[in-house]
């Protein structure tokens, strides 16, 4: 059983720039794709971001292309999602996930596993 843990989350004004990192743990992660899915209140859970077993592929939502970069350390466990830009839109909670596979990295039926979220507040 894998086990992911989000932290980075707070509240930022627009424009300022923020870090959200997971950590996983019970599982070999580098055997994981991940991904990164955000829920803003009222709206479904939507993509952000996935990246490959290796860190070699990545895929970014059109709405953070540009302004939000993904990375993984297989060596420390750890996904981390760095977020530039920031605008109010990007109010939300943000979830880790990750699966065995590299299947549909960009829907969230195909990931096995959820971090508990963590909330990023951007105020105008």
């Known amino acids: 059983q894998v086990h992911l843990e989000e932290s980075g989350g707070t509240t930022v004004q627009a424009g300022d720039s923020l870090r959200l990192s997971c950590v996983a743990s019970g599982g070999t992660f580098s055997t994981l794709s991940m991904a990164w899915f955000r829920q803003a209140p009222g709206k479904e859970r939507e993509f952000v971001s996935a990246?490959?077993?290796?860190?070699?592929?990545?895929f970014y939502s059109d709405s953070v292309k540009g302004r939000f970069t993904i990375s993984r350390d297989n060596a420390k466990n750890t996904l981390n999602l760095s977020m530039d830009a920031l605008k109010p839109e990007d109010t939300a909670v943000y979830y880790c996930?990750?699966?065995?596979?590299?299947?549909?990295?960009?829907?969230?039926?195909?990931?096995?596993?959820w971090g508990q979220g963590t909330q990023v507040t951007v105020s105008s």
């Open positions: 996930a990750a699966q065995r596979a590299w299947n549909s990295p960009l829907r969230t039926g195909p990931y096995d596993y």
């Open positions: 990246v490959s077993w290796t860190g070699g592929t990545t």
